[in-house]
């Protein structure tokens, strides 16, 4: 599942889709009987699955302004045209790379 993280427990399966994707999680519980159907027909056994949406973080301006005051990119660009950083905007990528 590319959009939730799922984890297997004794209690069962759980799914967690960051608020940001808040819209997958509802289009999962829509389909949660017919889930929990394909899964005891694997398996042949009745397993509980939680779906949950966990809150996203937010990050401070002054805690992106030192991430971008730390990437190696950043800095030489400052040095480079004697610069300086006024704002940070944060940047939503999916790639899991660094907000600078």
Do not use: C, W, Y
Not at 18 to 37: Q, R, T
Not at 40 to 68: F, P, Y
Not at 78 to 99: H, Y
Request: aromatic share 4%; no cysteine.
């Amino acid at each position: 599942m590319e959009e939730g993280v799922v984890s297997f427990n004794d209690a069962g399966i759980n799914i967690v889709f960051n608020g940001g994707l808040s819209v997958h999680a509802e289009s999962v519980k829509e389909n949660l009987p017919l889930i929990k159907k394909l899964i005891h027909d694997l398996s042949g056994r009745n397993i509980a699955v939680q779906i949950e949406t966990a809150k996203q973080k937010s990050v401070s301006k002054k805690d992106l302004k030192e991430d971008a005051l730390n990437n190696p990119i950043v800095k030489e660009a400052l040095e480079l045209f004697e610069g300086r950083i006024v704002d940070v905007i944060p940047l939503n990528n999916k790639s899991g790379g660094d907000n600078v």
